[in-house]
């Protein structure tokens, strides 16, 4: 059992809970602690110490029970210790290493981290929710929870302050409604295509044809045009987090998409196997797996971020649509329009553009689907006209 007691003093009320002279101390066996091995903890006071007193046995009697030391390491510890474990890309370890040194280190770095409560977390929350993106803010919050996961389960901290962190009442998507003004025509990204500087146009359709990212497409290469006939194989995507390991240098590929984490297939249309051919005949392919597109100042290594938007910018003068506010992502809202417009099932626009949930393309594009009342009303109709069918064709048997 847990002892309270207070050291000797010369105060007149040395034995009361009123004398603050000396401390009052906590004597304590922790848990698989060899006999006569006992642990200390001081207070100031003496109801503290009962609290703390009594809080050591029953986390002894349930299990919970975390030595003190342990959980006041600090959070960078924790954090680096977390980081090292597992396997990681370069690039998902550099953009931890940026979450944590820009949104992590100053309001929790040098804390014990298990000091940090649920309402420092839940405020840290709502500044993220305040100052950024939905997605980015999802993001940071994701991280920050899977690092006090980690610290819980390996019995640093006895409770998990995150876990309270969960959205009340009505939850905030983390994805957006795309507004019709995002999303080019038809013949605007024909204008593009032909717009685009000559060794990287194809990405324009492949992008807008097959609802590529931006590195997904600059990431084409022959395997992914060979793996399944009437399929682009999209396996790999762009970093920009190579063997310089610096943002916007290095550029380098991984063969891991975003979200999904895997390969997906999605349909090659003619018009996409079209400009792929085309690019293939008057550019050729490099590298292992034949890959389409290269930087044009380093032969053998692929295009950065930096100078595909360069290109993709001139692209929009010499097209007349510099004042439309059009990104390459653009490219991939015409696509899923393009789809919904068609009467694809969302579930397959979901899977065709590698969407982590269905949610997300219903969020971001549901409100594309014009008429869908009609065709919904239409669908009922006939189905009871074939029954009614159906029913007249048995009595006139």
């Not at 906590?26 to 848990?31: D, H, I």
């Not at 030595?67 to 510890?77: A, E, I």
């Not at 009442?169 to 019709?180: C, D, E, L, N």
């Not at 590195?215 to 793996?227: D, H, K, M, W």
């Amino acid at each position: 059992m847990a002892t309270v007691w207070k050291e000797d003093c010369a105060c007149p009320r040395a034995k009361k809970a009123t004398c603050r002279h000396k401390p009052w101390k906590v004597r304590y066996r922790a848990p698989g602690g060899r006999v006569g091995k006992q642990l200390e903890a001081s207070f100031k006071l003496k109801e503290q110490a009962d609290e703390f007193a009594t809080k050591v046995e029953r986390d002894k009697q349930v299990g919970s029970y975390i030595d003190p030391k342990t959980s006041g390491r600090l959070f960078s510890f924790v954090w680096d210790e977390w980081l090292s474990a597992g396997t990681r890309e370069p690039s998902t370890f550099a953009s931890y290493r940026s979450t944590y040194r820009n949104h992590l280190e100053k309001p929790f770095g040098g804390r014990p981290i298990g000091s940090i409560t649920a309402s420092e977390i839940a405020a840290w929350k709502r500044d993220q929710d305040e100052r950024y993106a939905a997605s980015t803010a999802h993001h940071r919050m994701v991280v920050l929870k899977t690092v006090f996961r980690y610290a819980h389960e390996m019995e640093i901290i006895a409770r998990n302050p995150a876990l309270s962190q969960r959205q009340r009442g009505r939850t905030t998507s983390i994805a957006r409604q795309v507004k019709p003004t995002e999303i080019p025509t038809t013949g605007e990204v024909q204008d593009l295509f032909e717009a685009m500087w000559g060794p990287l146009r194809a990405t324009v359709w492949i992008q807008a044809g097959s609802g590529a990212r931006v590195g997904e497409s600059l990431a084409v290469s022959r395997t992914s045009i060979e793996a399944e006939p009437g399929f682009l194989k999209l396996w790999q995507q762009l970093t920009t987090h190579g063997q310089n390991d610096g943002k916007s240098r290095g550029v380098a590929f991984k063969d891991e998409l975003k979200w999904s984490r895997e390969a997906r297939m999605t349909p090659l249309s003619y018009t996409v196997q079209q400009a792929v051919d085309r690019h293939r005949a008057e550019y050729g392919e490099w590298g292992d797996h034949g890959w389409l597109f290269q930087s044009p100042k380093y032969a053998g290594s692929p295009i950065s971020f930096k100078s595909y938007s360069d290109h993709w910018n001139k692209a929009l003068v010499k097209a007349g649509l510099e004042k439309s506010g059009y990104t390459p992502k653009s490219l991939r809202h015409y696509f899923a329009s393009v789809c919904i417009a068609g009467s694809v099932p969302l579930y397959e626009v979901a899977q065709w553009m590698g969407h982590k949930s269905t949610r997300v393309t219903e969020t971001t594009y549901a409100h594309l689907l014009q008429g869908a009342h009609l065709r919904t009303m239409d669908a009922v109709e006939v189905a009871i006209l074939e029954h009614a069918r159906l029913m007249l064709g048995q009595r006139a048997a």
